[in-house]
């Protein structure tokens, strides 16, 4: 049915939160350890031909050259060949589908994507004030990441009626989701009411209404599927990988009310799996901000366009509802650290689509699986054109 | 014969040098349109499915955020998927790599990878001044590339007898080769004296040893091998993709003699082509420093360990000898625009196999072709420890 070439036989992260205590190698490390650990049959580190590694920060805020060898040096896999990507918020995500080509390819049959951000590691002021100093081009003159979503929070507003109040449900569902997720950077629950006091960033965000920033790292194994069976007995095959774009600068955007870039890549993926937003069981979808959520919605399909508030508001989006969508926290709860952001989220879907996540974390998160397939999504980079949308499922045919 | 799954069906790039006049955007649009320009039959830019851009130092110098919707926004292309690479000093030809795997996986049928770097943007004393208030980790310490590069030159000396003559014989030859070549950023010859009597940067580097700052762009369309006849009478094959790290730091590395991550990467690539360096007509190789084109030529295979200070001595490296290496001018004449030195490499190696470079560009510039096989090769990144090597023919055997 779907495209089933590579099949994911491991997934590991480390719990989100402040690492202020662990270098970025040592994160590296404690990543790789913990995707080792999540084979289920073992793997030997020999096994693995070829990596992807998935990391903003250390040359966007610290200016310093990072590497693919960053990932083999540390973790003893020096000689492999290993790519470094760097793609906005989707980095995680691309990371991992360039992986997924490499083993289509048939150049490798084992392969290793691993993410890790350490976002925490300046203060906002050092970040800022390093950057001013550089003259940096775009934050400068206040295009920093609030700014650039709000409008389409207000534009959606306007149209379709959507209220503040709903897109304070998205906190209040993924903060409430996010304390159920032992990984989860936040794990206290919010209502309407606090996300309505806490301080305004930018109209109509209050910052409650924004995903923090988190330190984070996550990776996972895959093979050609016809191998999966040598790992693990519930392997978990890629069945689509969508990734699109769109033009960067506000003046060359037809709407702000979508994302065309999310609309392109989940097309792509949708039709290389041969299937639709109704076979979604659980969705682990990009909520940097409450408005992206609902745009994520009708952007992925799982409602009609301008419907979005109403499916929050529903009920349609929490776990037991029509379609469980970040069911770990989301990166409002669980965080955003860039590189492994993407990583994350198809480590939650393949506990959800195994269903590990009964015997070793909290039941309550367990989503029932129907229909057997996970969407994946990311929307950012450079003016928010960049967008990967990835399924995932565990049937074989 | 080879691996042979992709071709490659267009190059082109813009001349290498200073272009202060030129935006970032500019030299992309324009690099997108030379590359047009070399498919010998045409090309509807809807064909090309996808994109990857390589490029690092916006990201390392500017602490821009630039993610891969810069290419397809500005070529009029938004909607396709693009990832972008940054590894380093292989940046370009990674870039090359995985638009290859791209291709070979099935996922899309033609594909575009294209690099674009200004270095010269901000001077040297800007750069270093801003990552100096940013507290670079490494620059701070000293660790600039000639130091880096330095101790393999000092050891070669010791062990092999490698003499300051002969590694400045490297740049007398490379500086010949830019002068033939329109594109090199660099146009004039040098002589060993000239080498001796400039600037010392760190022992034993002159600054005559040492590879320029150099501004450029270059790209390269590929399809599925069997969809070449489309777009060219002369499809260029993919024969072999190599890549290989190395540990990081200096303390961790086994010889100061040579670079194990081109010998891995080189190995993978001549496996993979069924071929060995014995059957290589011309060769790109990385000479940032005189000394790493002495290392490459025992790394790649093409002389005995220690015996590559004799090898450019005796002429065997330059066009007319034994295999041809660096006919462009190298990274020294040409020049190294990180994100694109890899694309570029491969661009002259496809002129060459095709023998494009008599009709259109100095006739003295043509290597004769008898194997057909073309060696690219790139190290670099995070303490040297990244290489790519790629084999490219014009035999579709």
Wanted: aromatic content about 8%; hydrophobic content about 35%; overall charge negative.
């Amino acid at each position: 049915m779907g495209w089933n070439k590579v099949a994911i036989v491991g997934v590991g992260m480390l719990k989100f939160g402040e690492h202020f205590d662990k270098s970025y190698e040592a994160m590296i490390g404690e990543t790789y350890l913990a995707v080792l650990g999540g084979v289920q049959k073992g793997i030997d580190p020999k096994d693995i031909e070829a990596g992807w590694i998935g990391t903003c920060i250390g040359s966007l805020m610290g200016s310093e050259l990072i590497s693919g060898s960053m990932l083999s040096g540390i973790v003893g896999l020096a000689g492999i060949p290993v790519t470094r990507i760097e793609n906005g918020c989707p980095t995680g995500s691309d990371t991992f589908r360039n992986a997924c080509m490499g083993v289509a390819s048939g150049l490798y049959d084992v392969a290793i994507a691993l993410g890790v951000e350490k976002m925490r590691e300046k203060t906002s002021d050092e970040g800022l004030l390093a950057i001013g100093s550089a003259g940096h081009p775009v934050l400068m003159r206040g295009g920093t990441a609030p700014a650039q979503f709000a409008p389409q929070a207000t534009r959606h507003m306007h149209e379709y009626g959507t209220t503040k109040e709903q897109m304070a449900m998205i906190g209040v569902k993924n903060h409430y989701n996010g304390t159920l997720c032992p990984y989860s950077h936040y794990q206290y629950e919010i209502t309407v009411e606090d996300v309505f006091k806490s301080p305004m960033v930018c109209w109509p965000f209050n910052i409650l209404d924004c995903c923090p920033q988190t330190d984070g790292g996550a990776a996972i194994i895959i093979c050609r599927a016809d191998l999966a069976d040598r790992y693990t007995d519930k392997p978990i095959y890629v069945a689509g990988l969508g990734m699109g774009t769109d033009y960067q600068f506000a003046a060359e955007k037809e709407s702000f009310t979508e994302f065309v870039a999310s609309q392109r890549a989940a097309k792509q993926a949708y039709k290389m799996a041969g299937i639709g937003p109704e076979d979604i069981d659980v969705a682990e979808v990009h909520d940097c901000f409450s408005i992206t959520e609902i745009l994520d919605y009708e952007d992925l399909g799982f409602c009609e366009k301008g419907q979005g508030g109403k499916f929050i508001e529903d009920g349609s989006s929490r776990i037991g509802g029509k379609v469980a969508v970040n069911p770990s926290g989301g990166l409002m709860a669980k965080g955003h650290p860039l590189g492994c952001t993407g990583l994350a989220q198809l480590t939650e879907l393949v506990w959800q689509l195994r269903g590990d996540v009964i015997p070793t974390q909290n039941e309550k998160r367990q989503v029932e699986i129907k229909k057997g397939y996970a969407l994946q999504h990311n929307v950012g980079g450079k003016g928010v054109a960049n967008s990967v949308v990835t399924i995932v499922t565990n049937r074989k045919d």
